[in-house]
């Protein structure tokens, strides 16, 4: 597992995204290289709800991160999708800390 910082945005409904606000924990698909990869976020300031329409600040989580350690670099920048839709993006603020429990 690897754990690192980021900035995301979630899309309004009108965008094209959820119509509930996100939630810290949180489990959509992290897309980096084109391929859909489990990942957990949270919020960093310990609100609970993530608004849409807005950039957060937080931490994501990627079960199986090592197999893709190589692309999540500072500034990378990545998609969050629900199925085949996207529901936010986001950039790599952070170092990716590999082995976090």
């Given at each position: ?10 899309k ?9 606000p996100g ?21 960093t ?24 350690i ?12 629900l199925?085949g ?15 976090v429990?």
């Amino acid at each position: 597992m690897i754990r690192f910082a980021a900035r995301i945005y979630l899309k309004t409904f009108d965008e094209g995204g959820m119509s509930n606000p996100g939630w810290s924990g949180m489990m959509p698909s992290f897309n980096i290289t084109g391929e859909l990869i489990l990942c957990r976020i949270e919020e960093t300031s310990g609100n609970k709800e993530l608004p849409l329409g807005t950039e957060h600040n937080v931490f994501i989580e990627l079960p199986y991160g090592e197999f893709y350690i190589d692309s999540i670099t500072a500034n990378a920048k990545f998609l969050l999708q629900l199925g085949g839709r996207v529901i936010g993006w986001g950039t790599v603020t952070g170092e990716p800390n590999p082995g976090v429990k």
